[in-house]
């Protein structure tokens, strides 16, 4: 008896110590606790088993529905593609700007399949110390079990599935987010550019398929309309919409890069509904002129938002050309530019 209490007295005092060392050492500012500095094997391994532990627990009695509705999986789309793939990925993207320098590394849900239940616990109350947040303070769970269902159709799809699965997605109240930093849209100012003197006192208009007020009726009036219903589309995020007023054959301009119709959708098109969603536009001049079945249609907006979690107060200037097919007009590009309006 004297022998064991003599041992558990060691082993309580062993721990004392190793405490108060530890204590110190985190306290004296040794520990670098930089992203760019890994946990050692050790440590790495502890947190892990702790991490997966503590998933596995709490998930194990989660009901899970039918995922392989086709609705559901269709809606889970659109909010994968607006607030997932800056850290997680798309079907034949290797890396982004973002998750490159992120510690731990968000796992590649394209490569991997993911329990359903941790899948949406995860989603729901997100990770400590990393960058998962808990998107159930923001999203319910019918939202969030879409997100799940489509992220068990992730693994094995290609590129090009994965654009059309989210072009077909339909508009969400919930895919208000900000994009991921590889976005480089014309809404966004272009680096070294000075604000400039802008005219702001065109009234704003936000009431779909009507102009600002006081604006003067160009040459083309239908083809202004088309103009006005694609940024209206824009705007309410509906994606059938946007893909209908759009030419297959459209070539879309922002910055320096051309997309496809197809690429658009796969990509951009999320980020600037995401973009516009809550934006205030005020069209401050637009002009059209025609060319038999052709038209070209100029547009003068200021937008004011939010991007990458800072203020933007811009004067975005957007070219679009236009065919008439038939009685309908329909874009075949769309040259978009900016710069920073005048506080």
């Known amino acids: 008896m004297k022998r064991q209490t003599e041992y558990v007295a060691f082993t309580a005092a062993v721990a004392i110590m190793l405490a108060v060392v530890l204590a110190i050492y985190g306290y004296s500012g040794s520990y670098n606790i930089g992203a760019d500095d890994p946990h050692w094997a050790v440590t ?20 899970v529905p039918n995922l392989n509705d086709p609705a ?5 789309a659109g909010q994968y593609d607006a607030m997932c793939t800056g850290c997680h990925l798309k079907p034949g993207v290797n890396n982004s700007e973002l998750r490159a320098g992120m510690y731990p590394q ?37 939202t969030i079990w879409s997100m799940v269902a489509f992220v068990q159709k992730l693994p094995g799809m290609t590129p090009e599935q994965y654009h059309d699965i989210v072009a077909k997605a339909p508009p969400d109240d919930d895919m208000d987010m900000d994009s991921d930093s590889e976005h480089s849209h014309s809404h966004h100012a272009a680096e070294g550019d000075e604000p400039q003197n802008a005219d702001t006192s065109a009234p704003a208009s936000n009431e779909t398929g009507k102009y600002a007020a ?15 219903d694609f940024l209206d589309a824009l705007r309410s995020g509906d994606r059938v919409k946007i893909l209908r007023l759009l030419a297959p054959e459209a070539q879309i301009t922002e910055g320096n890069e051309t997309q496809s119709v197809k690429q658009y959708a796969g990509h951009h098109m999320s980020e ?10 005020t ?32 004067r975005s200037r957007e070219q679009m050309g236009l065919k008439r097919i038939g009685d309908q007009w329909k874009i075949v590009s769309i040259e978009w530019s900016s710069h920073p309006l005048a506080e």
Do not use: C, Y
């Not at 941790?118 to 729901?124: C, S, Y």
């Open 44 to 63: 790495h391994k502890v947190v892990r088993t702790v991490r997966d532990r503590s998933i596995r627990s709490r998930s194990a009695d989660i009901q």
């Open 283 to 314: 069209v401050v001049s637009r002009t059209s002129a025609a060319t038999g079945d052709t038209a070209r249609v100029i547009s003068e907006t200021n937008i004011i938002g939010t991007t990458n979690g800072r203020a933007a107060r811009l």
């Open 214 to 228: 006081g604006l003067k009726a160009g040459a083309v009036p239908e083809a202004e309309a088309a103009a006005q």
């Open 106 to 142: 968000p796992p590649k849900l394209s490569g991997i399949q993911v329990d359903p239940r941790d899948a949406f616990w995860i989603i729901k109350h997100g990770i400590k110390m990393s960058a998962m947040p808990a998107w159930g303070a923001s999203h319910d769970d019918q």
């Open 72 to 76: 559901l999986i269709l809606k889970g």
């Open 272 to 281: 600037d509904v995401a973009f516009l969603k809550h934006s205030e536009l």
